[in-house]
């Protein structure tokens, strides 16, 4: 495939998330390998499919994108680094209270750098098998208490995402091996675990064949923070088989009722919903509840 071609494919995966990227942002995230941004300014610049503005970048009949990303650019600069402590200091919590999490990773606009204050900060989660919905019971348990230290102004908002959790039977390998999933694990940055996420990259071949970019030591491994009292409980469940079954069954139970809750409290708003459904897509059978 010609670096067009390649220009073309990566701007389609972009526009499906809802947002324009920089030149240099295309270039760095470019499907087969990263180029030179000064030679995919040329390349972009001469294609009349591709439109190029204050140096976003987009596929015709998607301008509006380019509107709504420049200024979330422009805040990110000042904001993602706010974002990068709260997915720390999250992180951090989640591993001392369930040591069952090979590793934490973030994603959505704070690793894409489109990260403005009023977002979720959006994480992804690799956990020992068995151990999904018990991770996220205490991950939505976790980040209220996130949103209620956030509180403002009398408003309660989301404040941490749980984007998607993956055991280690579904990472190895995935079941999945396209362009979509293989973006997204591109704009994956651990905050913990490096490692274990680059055994996963390594464990799906095509993953590298796609980006090539994620063909990297892990360099800044944080090690992982010791379990809290409630921590050294849950890791004793985790030792035992039953034990474990029982707690995590508990913990699709509730997270499926507050997973549905939400939504239904959510259920008037047409765009959240077609958000809602747009994810099941784009997620399956990744998705909770999809298993």
Not at 89 to 111: I, K
Request: with cysteine; glycine share 6%; aromatic share 10%.
């Amino acid at each position: 495939m010609d670096v067009l071609s390649r220009a073309e494919r990566t701007l389609e995966l972009t526009h499906r998330w809802g947002y324009a990227p920089t030149i240099e942002a295309l270039s760095k995230d470019l499907l087969g390998g990263s180029e030179n941004p000064g030679d995919i300014a040329a390349m972009v610049e001469s294609n009349p499919r591709i439109r190029v503005h204050e140096g976003f970048v987009c596929i015709s009949g998607h301008e509006s994108l380019i509107e709504k990303s420049r200024p979330r650019v422009t805040i990110n600069r000042s904001a993602n680094g706010a974002a990068h402590t709260i997915a720390l200091e999250f992180a951090e919590s989640l591993l001392r209270t369930c040591p069952l999490v090979d590793c934490v990773g973030l994603s959505g606009s704070a690793a894409t750098g489109g990260y403005i204050p009023a977002d979720d900060v959006d994480l992804d989660l690799f956990v020992r098998d068995d151990t999904k919905y018990l991770t996220y019971a205490v991950a939505l348990a976790l980040g209220f208490l996130v949103s209620l230290r956030a509180w403002k102004s009398g408003r309660l908002r989301k404040v941490i995402c749980i984007n998607v959790i993956w055991t280690r039977t579904q990472t190895q390998p995935f079941a999945r091996d396209d362009e979509a999933l293989a973006f997204e694990l591109l704009h994956c940055q651990p905050v913990f675990g490096e490692r274990h996420f680059h055994q996963v990259i390594s464990s799906n071949p095509w993953i590298l064949r796609l980006f090539p970019q994620l063909d990297r030591e892990a360099m800044t491994d944080h090690r992982f923070p010791e379990p809290n009292a409630l921590g050294r409980i849950v890791a004793w469940i985790g030792r035992h088989p039953t034990m474990l079954t029982i707690s995590d069954r508990l913990g699709r139970f509730a997270s499926q009722a507050t997973y549905s809750f939400v939504h239904w409290m959510k259920r008037k708003d047409t765009q959240a919903m077609e958000r809602l459904a747009f994810l099941r897509r784009v997620k399956f059978p990744y998705e909770f509840f999809q298993d």
